[in-house]
Protein backbone atom coordinates (compact mmCIF):
# COMPACT_ATOMS: atom_id res chain seq x y z
CA UNK A 1 0.00 0.00 0.00
CA UNK A 2 2.77 2.04 0.85
CA UNK A 3 4.81 1.47 -2.65
CA UNK A 4 1.47 2.17 -4.29
CA UNK A 5 1.12 5.39 -2.52
CA UNK A 6 4.77 6.84 -3.22
CA UNK A 7 3.80 5.33 -7.11
CA UNK A 8 1.15 8.06 -7.29
CA UNK A 9 2.87 10.88 -5.57
CA UNK A 10 5.77 10.59 -7.96
CA UNK A 11 3.52 9.96 -10.68
CA UNK A 12 1.69 13.18 -9.35
CA UNK A 13 4.98 14.96 -9.76
CA UNK A 14 6.39 14.39 -13.30
CA UNK A 15 2.52 15.27 -14.62
CA UNK A 16 2.30 18.38 -12.33
CA UNK A 17 6.18 19.29 -13.93
CA UNK A 18 4.95 18.53 -17.09
CA UNK A 19 2.22 20.96 -17.30
CA UNK A 20 4.49 24.03 -15.54
CA UNK A 21 6.93 23.44 -18.30
CA UNK A 22 4.78 23.44 -21.09
CA UNK A 23 2.93 26.75 -19.69
CA UNK A 24 6.37 28.38 -18.99
CA UNK A 25 7.17 26.90 -22.90
CA UNK A 26 4.01 28.51 -24.42
CA UNK A 27 5.03 31.79 -22.51
CA UNK A 28 8.04 31.70 -23.88
CA UNK A 29 7.14 31.25 -27.49
CA UNK A 30 4.52 34.63 -27.41
CA UNK A 31 7.09 36.60 -25.78
CA UNK A 32 9.74 35.33 -28.92
CA UNK A 33 5.96 36.02 -31.05
CA UNK A 34 5.98 39.57 -30.13
CA UNK A 35 8.78 40.23 -29.92
CA UNK A 36 10.04 39.57 -33.21
CA UNK A 37 6.43 40.91 -34.99
CA UNK A 38 7.76 43.91 -33.04
CA UNK A 39 11.13 44.02 -34.57
CA UNK A 40 9.96 43.65 -38.37
CA UNK A 41 7.52 46.68 -37.73
CA UNK A 42 10.97 48.54 -36.64
CA UNK A 43 12.71 47.41 -39.70
CA UNK A 44 10.57 49.17 -41.85
CA UNK A 45 10.67 52.22 -39.96
CA UNK A 46 13.07 55.22 -40.14
CA UNK A 47 14.02 56.76 -36.78
CA UNK A 48 16.64 60.15 -37.56
CA UNK A 49 16.26 60.87 -33.93
CA UNK A 50 17.24 56.93 -32.85
CA UNK A 51 13.65 57.47 -30.85
CA UNK A 52 13.89 53.54 -31.09
CA UNK A 53 17.30 52.94 -29.68
CA UNK A 54 15.58 51.05 -26.70
CA UNK A 55 14.05 48.16 -29.01
CA UNK A 56 16.56 45.62 -28.81
CA UNK A 57 17.11 43.10 -26.21
CA UNK A 58 14.41 40.35 -24.91
CA UNK A 59 12.51 42.84 -22.24
CA UNK A 60 10.31 44.41 -25.45
CA UNK A 61 7.73 45.55 -22.31
CA UNK A 62 10.40 48.21 -21.11
CA UNK A 63 11.15 49.47 -24.76
CA UNK A 64 9.73 53.07 -25.60
CA UNK A 65 6.37 53.25 -26.42
CA UNK A 66 5.56 49.57 -25.61
CA UNK A 67 2.77 48.53 -23.14
CA UNK A 68 2.22 45.22 -22.19
CA UNK A 69 -0.36 42.61 -20.41
CA UNK A 70 0.91 41.45 -17.01
CA UNK A 71 1.90 38.35 -16.63
CA UNK A 72 1.69 36.59 -20.38
CA UNK A 73 3.83 39.91 -21.87
CA UNK A 74 1.23 40.51 -24.52
CA UNK A 75 1.31 43.63 -26.35
CA UNK A 76 -1.20 45.66 -25.85
CA UNK A 77 -0.46 49.17 -26.49
CA UNK A 78 1.97 50.95 -29.18
CA UNK A 79 2.86 54.82 -28.60
CA UNK A 80 4.45 56.16 -30.81
CA UNK A 81 3.17 59.74 -30.84
CA UNK A 82 5.78 62.15 -32.08
CA UNK A 83 6.62 64.27 -28.53
CA UNK A 84 7.14 67.33 -30.47
CA UNK A 85 3.26 67.74 -32.43
CA UNK A 86 4.19 71.35 -33.53
CA UNK A 87 1.30 73.80 -32.70
CA UNK A 88 3.85 77.11 -33.35
CA UNK A 89 5.80 77.35 -36.70
CA UNK A 90 9.36 77.43 -34.37
CA UNK A 91 8.14 74.17 -33.28
CA UNK A 92 8.49 72.82 -37.07
CA UNK A 93 12.26 71.73 -36.79
CA UNK A 94 11.90 69.81 -33.74
CA UNK A 95 8.63 67.54 -34.88
CA UNK A 96 10.46 67.02 -38.22
CA UNK A 97 13.83 66.01 -36.32
CA UNK A 98 11.64 63.14 -34.56
CA UNK A 99 9.62 62.42 -36.96
CA UNK A 100 9.27 58.61 -37.93
CA UNK A 101 8.75 57.39 -41.43
CA UNK A 102 9.14 54.43 -44.27
CA UNK A 103 7.00 52.04 -44.20
CA UNK A 104 4.54 50.27 -41.75
CA UNK A 105 5.43 46.87 -41.65
CA UNK A 106 1.60 43.99 -41.48
CA UNK A 107 3.73 42.72 -38.91
CA UNK A 108 1.75 44.64 -36.61
CA UNK A 109 -1.18 42.60 -37.29
CA UNK A 110 0.56 39.57 -35.53
CA UNK A 111 -0.16 41.12 -32.31
CA UNK A 112 -3.21 40.22 -31.68
CA UNK A 113 -4.24 41.46 -27.86
CA UNK A 114 -2.73 45.18 -29.02
CA UNK A 115 -5.45 47.65 -28.12
CA UNK A 116 -3.98 50.98 -28.77
CA UNK A 117 -2.50 52.28 -31.25
CA UNK A 118 -0.95 56.04 -31.52
CA UNK A 119 1.56 56.58 -34.53
CA UNK A 120 0.33 60.51 -34.47
CA UNK A 121 2.61 63.53 -35.85
CA UNK A 122 5.06 61.23 -37.71
CA UNK A 123 5.26 61.54 -41.42
CA UNK A 124 4.43 58.28 -43.63
CA UNK A 125 3.72 60.31 -46.78
CA UNK A 126 3.54 59.43 -49.56
CA UNK A 127 1.71 56.48 -48.74
CA UNK A 128 -1.59 55.33 -48.13
CA UNK A 129 -3.04 54.60 -44.16
CA UNK A 130 -2.45 50.74 -44.87
CA UNK A 131 -5.46 48.28 -45.51
CA UNK A 132 -4.52 45.58 -42.46
CA UNK A 133 -5.17 48.08 -40.22
CA UNK A 134 -8.89 46.76 -40.63
CA UNK A 135 -7.95 43.07 -39.61
CA UNK A 136 -6.98 44.46 -36.30
CA UNK A 137 -10.05 43.55 -34.18
CA UNK A 138 -9.30 44.29 -30.88
CA UNK A 139 -8.26 47.64 -31.55
CA UNK A 140 -10.56 50.26 -28.98
CA UNK A 141 -7.88 53.22 -29.60
CA UNK A 142 -6.31 54.53 -32.79
CA UNK A 143 -4.88 57.62 -34.00
CA UNK A 144 -2.89 58.05 -37.42
CA UNK A 145 -3.61 62.11 -37.40
CA UNK A 146 -1.61 64.14 -39.03
CA UNK A 147 0.67 61.45 -40.36
CA UNK A 148 0.87 62.97 -44.17
CA UNK A 149 -1.11 59.79 -45.42
CA UNK A 150 -2.54 60.22 -48.73
CA UNK A 151 -5.42 58.40 -50.79
CA UNK A 152 -9.03 56.64 -49.61
CA UNK A 153 -9.30 56.11 -46.01
CA UNK A 154 -9.85 51.95 -46.31
CA UNK A 155 -13.24 51.23 -45.39
CA UNK A 156 -12.25 48.05 -43.64
CA UNK A 157 -11.58 50.16 -40.76
CA UNK A 158 -15.26 49.92 -40.66
CA UNK A 159 -14.18 46.26 -39.06
CA UNK A 160 -13.13 47.46 -35.95
CA UNK A 161 -16.19 47.23 -34.00
CA UNK A 162 -14.13 47.61 -30.47
CA UNK A 163 -13.11 51.40 -32.09
CA UNK A 164 -13.58 54.03 -28.93
CA UNK A 165 -11.33 56.20 -30.74
CA UNK A 166 -10.54 57.20 -34.40
CA UNK A 167 -8.48 60.06 -35.82
CA UNK A 168 -7.36 60.34 -38.71
CA UNK A 169 -7.24 64.51 -39.32
CA UNK A 170 -5.06 65.76 -41.54
CA UNK A 171 -3.16 69.25 -41.46
CA UNK A 172 -4.93 72.69 -42.35
CA UNK A 173 -1.44 74.24 -43.36
CA UNK A 174 -1.17 71.81 -46.15
CA UNK A 175 -3.50 70.62 -49.19
CA UNK A 176 -5.04 67.00 -47.73
CA UNK A 177 -4.58 64.21 -50.15
CA UNK A 178 -6.79 62.02 -47.77
CA UNK A 179 -10.05 61.30 -48.90
CA UNK A 180 -13.65 59.42 -48.02
CA UNK A 181 -15.91 58.69 -50.82
CA UNK A 182 -18.44 56.61 -49.17
CA UNK A 183 -18.78 56.71 -45.43
CA UNK A 184 -21.25 54.22 -45.11
CA UNK A 185 -18.83 52.10 -43.28
CA UNK A 186 -18.55 53.88 -40.40
CA UNK A 187 -22.33 53.09 -39.08
CA UNK A 188 -20.14 49.53 -38.37
CA UNK A 189 -18.52 51.47 -35.31
CA UNK A 190 -20.94 51.16 -33.02
CA UNK A 191 -18.90 51.74 -29.90
CA UNK A 192 -16.74 54.76 -31.60
CA UNK A 193 -17.14 58.08 -28.86
CA UNK A 194 -14.45 60.25 -30.61
CA UNK A 195 -14.22 60.51 -34.40
CA UNK A 196 -11.17 63.11 -35.61
CA UNK A 197 -11.54 63.88 -39.36
CA UNK A 198 -10.33 67.41 -39.73
CA UNK A 199 -9.24 68.48 -43.30
CA UNK A 200 -9.88 64.93 -44.79
CA UNK A 201 -11.72 65.71 -47.92
CA UNK A 202 -15.29 64.51 -47.46
CA UNK A 203 -16.84 66.45 -50.97
CA UNK A 204 -17.80 63.15 -52.68
CA UNK A 205 -19.75 61.64 -49.32
CA UNK A 206 -22.54 65.04 -49.61
CA UNK A 207 -24.78 65.17 -47.32
CA UNK A 208 -25.04 61.34 -46.14
CA UNK A 209 -22.81 62.37 -43.08
CA UNK A 210 -25.49 63.20 -41.00
CA UNK A 211 -27.58 60.21 -41.55
CA UNK A 212 -24.33 58.04 -41.19
CA UNK A 213 -22.77 59.48 -37.82
CA UNK A 214 -26.60 59.72 -36.53
CA UNK A 215 -26.23 55.72 -35.97
CA UNK A 216 -23.11 56.18 -33.70
CA UNK A 217 -25.08 56.44 -30.40
CA UNK A 218 -22.02 56.46 -28.26
CA UNK A 219 -20.81 59.13 -30.20
CA UNK A 220 -19.81 61.79 -27.56
CA UNK A 221 -16.88 64.22 -30.05
CA UNK A 222 -16.87 65.01 -33.65
CA UNK A 223 -14.30 67.10 -35.36
CA UNK A 224 -15.09 67.90 -39.08
CA UNK A 225 -13.35 70.98 -39.41
CA UNK A 226 -12.17 72.01 -43.11
CA UNK A 227 -13.59 68.86 -44.63
CA UNK A 228 -15.07 70.34 -47.86
CA UNK A 229 -18.98 69.99 -47.01
CA UNK A 230 -21.15 71.86 -48.77
CA UNK A 231 -24.66 72.27 -49.49
CA UNK A 232 -27.68 72.05 -46.78
CA UNK A 233 -26.93 70.48 -43.19
CA UNK A 234 -30.04 67.86 -43.57
CA UNK A 235 -32.23 67.14 -40.60
CA UNK A 236 -32.32 63.25 -39.04
CA UNK A 237 -35.78 61.84 -38.83
CA UNK A 238 -34.85 60.82 -35.19
CA UNK A 239 -32.11 62.19 -33.08
CA UNK A 240 -29.68 59.24 -32.34
CA UNK A 241 -26.74 61.66 -31.11
CA UNK A 242 -27.76 61.80 -27.69
CA UNK A 243 -24.01 61.35 -25.89
CA UNK A 244 -22.76 63.74 -27.81
CA UNK A 245 -20.90 66.60 -26.47
CA UNK A 246 -18.46 67.82 -28.83
CA UNK A 247 -19.14 68.78 -32.24
CA UNK A 248 -16.96 70.87 -34.65
CA UNK A 249 -18.07 71.61 -38.06
CA UNK A 250 -16.02 74.94 -38.99
CA UNK A 251 -14.33 75.66 -42.02
CA UNK A 252 -16.99 73.84 -44.65
CA UNK A 253 -19.17 75.35 -47.35
CA UNK A 254 -22.34 74.76 -46.07
CA UNK A 255 -25.32 76.80 -47.47
CA UNK A 256 -27.65 76.45 -44.80
CA UNK A 257 -29.47 78.31 -41.88
CA UNK A 258 -28.48 76.90 -38.30
CA UNK A 259 -29.23 73.08 -37.83
CA UNK A 260 -31.97 73.07 -35.93
CA UNK A 261 -31.73 70.10 -34.36
CA UNK A 262 -28.37 70.31 -32.49
CA UNK A 263 -30.88 71.83 -29.97
CA UNK A 264 -32.36 68.25 -29.40
CA UNK A 265 -28.99 67.22 -28.33
CA UNK A 266 -29.34 68.28 -24.93
CA UNK A 267 -25.68 66.91 -23.53
CA UNK A 268 -24.04 69.47 -26.32
CA UNK A 269 -21.67 70.71 -24.28
CA UNK A 270 -19.37 72.70 -27.14
CA UNK A 271 -20.84 73.72 -30.77
CA UNK A 272 -18.15 75.07 -33.05
CA UNK A 273 -20.01 76.27 -36.45
CA UNK A 274 -17.46 79.01 -37.69
CA UNK A 275 -16.53 80.11 -40.76
CA UNK A 276 -19.26 78.73 -43.05
CA UNK A 277 -22.00 80.15 -45.06
CA UNK A 278 -24.75 79.78 -42.84
CA UNK A 279 -27.26 82.50 -42.68
CA UNK A 280 -30.72 83.08 -41.29
CA UNK A 281 -31.74 83.79 -37.55
CA UNK A 282 -29.43 82.80 -34.49
CA UNK A 283 -32.41 80.18 -32.86
CA UNK A 284 -32.87 81.48 -29.40
CA UNK A 285 -33.12 77.87 -28.77
CA UNK A 286 -29.30 77.60 -27.67
CA UNK A 287 -30.03 79.78 -24.26
CA UNK A 288 -32.05 76.12 -23.51
CA UNK A 289 -29.17 73.70 -24.02
CA UNK A 290 -28.40 72.82 -20.34
CA UNK A 291 -24.88 71.96 -20.41
CA UNK A 292 -23.12 74.51 -23.41
CA UNK A 293 -20.47 75.86 -22.47
CA UNK A 294 -18.61 76.60 -25.77
CA UNK A 295 -20.43 78.05 -28.79
CA UNK A 296 -18.71 79.93 -31.87
CA UNK A 297 -20.91 81.13 -35.04
CA UNK A 298 -18.00 83.38 -35.96
CA UNK A 299 -17.46 84.13 -39.67
CA UNK A 300 -20.97 83.18 -40.97
CA UNK A 301 -23.84 85.44 -42.60
CA UNK A 302 -26.18 84.80 -39.33
CA UNK A 303 -28.65 87.88 -37.85
CA UNK A 304 -30.09 88.52 -34.75
CA UNK A 305 -29.60 88.92 -31.01
CA UNK A 306 -27.79 86.61 -28.55
CA UNK A 307 -28.53 88.71 -25.86
CA UNK A 308 -31.13 85.89 -24.81
CA UNK A 309 -28.63 83.48 -25.42
CA UNK A 310 -26.08 85.12 -22.99
CA UNK A 311 -28.88 85.89 -19.57
CA UNK A 312 -30.12 82.32 -20.21
CA UNK A 313 -26.38 80.86 -20.14
CA UNK A 314 -24.37 83.40 -18.20
CA UNK A 315 -23.47 80.84 -16.06
CA UNK A 316 -22.31 78.09 -18.04
CA UNK A 317 -21.25 79.63 -20.90
CA UNK A 318 -17.89 80.33 -20.83
CA UNK A 319 -16.47 81.12 -24.55
CA UNK A 320 -19.21 82.61 -26.80
CA UNK A 321 -18.45 84.57 -30.62
CA UNK A 322 -20.23 85.49 -33.10
CA UNK A 323 -19.30 87.86 -36.29
CA UNK A 324 -22.78 89.40 -37.85
CA UNK A 325 -21.36 89.70 -41.78
CA UNK A 326 -25.14 91.54 -41.72
CA UNK A 327 -23.94 94.58 -39.67
CA UNK A 328 -20.28 94.00 -39.82
CA UNK A 329 -19.84 93.76 -36.19
CA UNK A 330 -17.97 91.30 -33.92
CA UNK A 331 -19.16 90.19 -30.66
CA UNK A 332 -17.23 88.17 -28.83
CA UNK A 333 -17.74 87.03 -25.15
CA UNK A 334 -15.43 85.41 -22.58
CA UNK A 335 -16.23 84.64 -19.17
CA UNK A 336 -14.04 83.13 -17.06
Partial sequence: MERISVFILVFFYF???????????????????????????????????????????????YWHGIGCENGTGFVVSIDLRNPYPYTLEYEYENQRYMNLSGVISPSLIKLKYLKYLDLSFNSFKPIPIPQFFGSMKNLVYLNLSHCGFIGEIPSNLGNLSNLQYLDFSSDSTYYSDLFIKNIEWMTN????????????????????????????????????????LFGSIP????????????????????????PEWFLNVSSLVSIDISANELHGRIPLGLGELPNLQHLDLSANDLEGSISPIMRKKFILLTHCYVYLLRFHQTSSYIFL
Avoid at 198 to 204: D, F, H, R
Avoid at 235 to 258: D, G, K
Fill in 15 to 61: ISTKIACNGHTHINNNVQFERRALIDFKSGLTDPNNRLSSWKGNNYC
Fill in 189 to 228: LVSLKHLGSNYVNLSMVGSQWVEVLNKLPMLTELHLDGCS
Fill in 235 to 258: TPSFVNLTSLAVIAISFNEFNSTF
